[in-house]
C-alpha cells in the first residue's frame, strides 16, 4: 500500500478550547447542540468600533460590521499557576497566554498529571508565531538565543557562549 493511500489511526485523549462564549468542550458542544450564535457586538470595553465602522462595506480602513465572536476574558492569565513571574508574563505572546490553560486544561482532561518538580522540561507549540518574535524562545533560554530570536542580528551575536546550551540560528 503507497504511503499517500494508507490510514494513520489517531486517538484524541484530551481536549481544550476556547471559542466565544465557550470556556471549555463542554459549553462549545453545549453552543453547537443548541445552534446558539456566539457572534455578538463588539464589547465597548475591548475598543470603540465607531472610528473604524462604515455603514457601507468598501470603505478603506473601515469595517461594515459591529460584530465579532469574542472570548470572554481573553486579558486574564494566572502566572503563578504556570509558575511564571508577572513581570516575565507580560512578554509572553498574548496567543500564548491564551494556549496554556487550554493546553493544561486538555491535559488534565486525559488524566496526564503535571510533573512534580519545576525542572526545565522540552517544549511544544501549537499556532506557532513567526520566529522572529520572542515568544518562540523560551524565557529560560539563553540570554544570546533571547536576543536572536527578537532582533535578526548576526549568529553568534558578540560575548555569546560556544557552549550546548546556546541556541543555534533561528
Known sequence: MSAAKRETAIAVIGMGCRFPQARGVEEFWDNLVANRDCVTPVPPERFDITPFWAEESGVPGR???????FLDDPFHFDAGFF???PA???SI??????LLPVVREALDDAGIRPPRSRAPTPASTSGRPPPTTAATTPPTAPACARRRAV???PWPPAGCPTTSTCAGPA
Open 83 to 85: 509558575g511564571i513571574s
Open 88 to 90: 516575565e508574563a507580560t
Open 93 to 98: 505572546d498574548p496567543q500564548h497566554r491564551l
Open 151 to 153: 532582533t535578526s542580528a
Open 63 to 69: 469595517t461594515a460590521s459591529r460584530h465579532g465572536g
